[in-house]
Nanobody
Framework: QVQLVESGGGLVQPGGSLRLSCVAS????????MAWYRQAPGKQRELVAR???????IYADSVKGRFTISRDNAKYTVALEMNTLKPEDTAVYYC????????????WGQGTQVTVSS
């Protein structure tokens, strides 16, 4: 099983920055893709950014050029650097990993709130 713990959320003014971090622990034999999703009130959960084991990345169009995803394979961590934040970035952000335990499975963190407001 994989446990994910996120940190770094909070309240920030428009134009500000935040860095989210997520660390994976538990019993697993490997992690493939790592990603960040978000869910705003009344909306479906959406992919924000994903990074492969080799470092290839994809981003939602709404965050391209503002957000950067990175990972440390040795430490089983994934981070999301968020710059030039906008009110529409307000959401609960979830860490997601695709890991092998007895099979390849998606695992989710508990979520961290990001609020962009003046």
């Amino acid at each position: 099983q994989v446990q994910l713990v996120e940190s770094g959320g909070g309240l920030v003014q428009p134009g500000g920055s935040l860095r989210l971090s997520c660390v994976a622990s538990g019993s697993f034999y490997g992690i493939n893709a790592m990603a960040w999703y978000r869910q705003a009130p009344g909306k479906q959960r959406e992919l924000v950014a994903r990074i492969s084991e080799s470092g290839s990345t994809i981003y939602a169009d709404s965050v391209k050029g503002r957000f950067t995803i990175s990972r440390d394979n040795a430490k089983y961590t994934v981070a999301l650097e968020m710059n030039t934040l906008k009110p529409e970035d307000t959401a609960v952000y979830y860490c997601n990993v695709f890991a092998w335990y007895t099979s390849w499975t998606d695992y989710w963190g508990q979520g961290t709130q990001v609020t962009v407001s003046s």
